[in-house]
Structures are given as structure tokens and as C-alpha cells.
């Protein structure tokens, strides 16, 4: 059975759940409060969830002295082709105990409803593993993010547009965790990765499945790839 909650702030989020998240949401005001006070001094001290610990199997986190200064904030602590490429124990064993998900280009193409087997097969295992799952996504789209949801089995939560903390801090109340022990998935540095490190959670840059997107993050793309070049030096000199 799905439940639907709509928090007094903000007045647009929707917070979706199922029975089986239900203990969760029973302390989410409580934890949106906290999560909202450290994240807002993860903004103002530059603090940032520890990254010395690999999340990707073989691969070390980006080398942020590498990077510019400005440049940090759109910094992901790894890179994947896809999210099949991400091992639940490798982040269980660096103390990651929930993962948020954005949905197009990272789980299904834009605007595609036909999930590919390699992305259900991935979010199996990482709830066999014990990890807890939620959706973050920027689609308008509402009705096509419930049956995506309810497809995959994991909840989803609809707020102010990603960077904007509101989503990932409902998220993180839902699945009931701490900032230092989640990780932000997603194909897009100034969404994913930037509201990621704006709350202060790591986060894996995926590859965007398809090259099929919407107008305005093409534009985005563009500066995305000017950033990507220094971004990919930094990681081919990470030890």
C-alpha cells in the first residue's frame, strides 16, 4: 500500500512511501530538522562528509586538491559508466547505509518507462544488501515517477528542483540516515553532485544512459563537459 505525506515545508514537496518505510517516517520531522541544521553547516564552515574511504571497488576517490576551488562543489567523490559498476558491500564497507537515486539517465532514459535489466538487477542487490533506497528527481512528470517507484519497489520524494537541499534533505529523512552515511547516484554535476555536497553526502557521477535529454539540460551539458575536462585530469592522476 502507498502512502502519501506532505510535510508543511516546502508546500510543493511530495513524500511518497511504502509500508515497509513507514518506521521511518514516524521520526522524519525530527530528523529533517537535524539533517536541515547540518547541512546548513556543511554551507557556511565548508565542511564535507568524510571521502577517504573508496566507494567504487578499485577505483579511490577524486583527488579534490587537484580540483580548483570553485570547481569542488560540482566534484564527485567517484565516476562510473553505470550504476551496475557500483558494489553494495564496497559501500556498506566505507559506512554507506543509504543511496539516493536520480531516475532519468542514471535508472531509465529520459521519459522512458522501459527499465533496462541491468538497472533492476542493480537495485535488487542493494536491497538484498540491506541498503536503503530513494528516488530524487527533478521530473514534472509525477504519475511516470509512482509507477517507476512502485516498479522498483523503493520510495521517492518531490521537492524544490535538485540543487535545492529540500529533496535530498526528505530523502534522507525518509531512509532515516545521516548525511556522512549516504551517497547521492546521478548523470548530472549541476543537479546530483551539487546538491549532494551542498547537504553534505558524497556522491558517484554516472554516465547519462542516453544522449536523448531535455533542452535545458543540453544547455547545461555544455558547461558540464568544460568541467569535465578538468575534472577527468584529476581523476587519471588519482593514485
Not at 548525511?179 to 543537479?191: C, I, R, S
Request: proline share 5%; charged share 25%.
Amino acid at each position: 500500500m502507498n502512502l502519501s505525506l506532505q510535510p508543511k515545508r516546502p508546500k510543493t514537496t511530495t513524500f511518497c512511501t511504502t509500508s515497509r518505510n513507514q518506521t521511518a517516517t514516524t521520526y522524519s520531522h525530527a530528523l529533517i530538522k537535524s539533517i536541515s541544521a547540518k547541512s546548513r553547516r556543511t554551507s557556511e564552515g565548508g565542511a564535507i562528509a568524510k571521502r577517504t574511504h573508496s566507494l567504487v571497488k578499485g577505483q579511490a576517490p577524486t583527488d579534490r586538491s587537484r580540483v580548483p576551488g570553485w570547481m569542488r562543489r560540482f566534484c564527485p567523490d567517484h565516476h562510473v559508466s553505470s550504476v551496475s559498476a557500483i558494489e553494495p558491500d564496497t559501500l556498506l564497507e566505507a559506512g554507506i547505509q543509504a543511496v539516493l537515486l536520480d531516475l532519468d539517465n542514471t535508472l531509465v532514459a529520459w521519459r522512458g518507462s522501459e527499465l533496462p535489466n541491468h538497472t533492476e538487477e542493480w537495485v535488487e542487490l542493494c536491497k538484498r544488501a540491506g541498503l536503503r533506497l530513494c528516488l530524487v528527481s527533478n521530473t514534472r512528470n509525477l504519475p511516470r515517477l509512482k509507477a517507476l517507484s512502485e516498479r522498483l519497489g523503493i520510495p521517492y520524494v518531490r521537492g524544490r528542483m535538485k540543487p535545492a537541499k529540500d529533496g535530498f534533505i526528505l530523502a534522507l529523512a525518509l531512509v532515516n540516515t545521516a548525511p556522512q552515511h549516504a551517497v547521492m547516484v546521478g548523470d548530472q554535476l549541476f543537479t546530483d553532485i551539487l546538491g549532494a555536497n551542498r547537504v553534505g553526502m558524497r556522491s558517484i557521477w554516472v554516465e547519462r544512459l542516453h544522449p536523448k535529454e531535455f533542452f535545458g539540460t543540453k544547455i547545461s551539458r555544455m558547461a558540464e563537459r568544460l568541467l569535465l575536462r578538468t575534472l577527468r585530469r584529476a581523476w587519471e592522476h588519482t593514485p
